[in-house]
């Protein structure tokens, strides 16, 4: 798989940069403050970067990651109508494995469940994982 990712460059698996504007913890300091009031997300943009520990989906427009920074966990919830990329949204999430280091551009908020999460509009895989992480 990282043959074909480094031939096609789509995505390109090792970009050169990607600027993370909070990690985890300043992340949920931050927005800890919100409200859980009908899946509300504000209206700027924050980067964040982590590695994948796990990956759940819920049919085909929604998309939940969960990247640990630091020791700390934090929720990425896709949905297919924040998707600025230019691909179309099943592209954008095919090439993401458990233990990939990614960076996420998108809107903090508040989940139905009350999670702190991020809701992205654009993914970025920055280093993708070679090997099975340990359980």
Known sequence: ???????????????????VSHNATQFIK????????K??????EVSVAGRVTNLRTSGKSLVFYDIVDNGVRLQVLCNESNNTDTKSFPEVHEYFRR????????RPGRSK???????PGKITLLSPCLHQLPK
């Open 113 to 119: 469940a009350g999670e702190i999460s991020i809701s």
């Open 30 to 37: 931050s927005f800890d403050h919100l409200l859980p009031e």
């Open 39 to 44: 899946n509300t997300y504000l209206d700027f």
């Open 99 to 106: 233990g990939d280091i990614i960076g996420v551009r998108g």
């Open 1 to 19: 798989m990282i043959q074909t990712l480094k031939e096609t460059k789509n995505p390109d698996p090792y970009p050169h940069k990607f600027h």
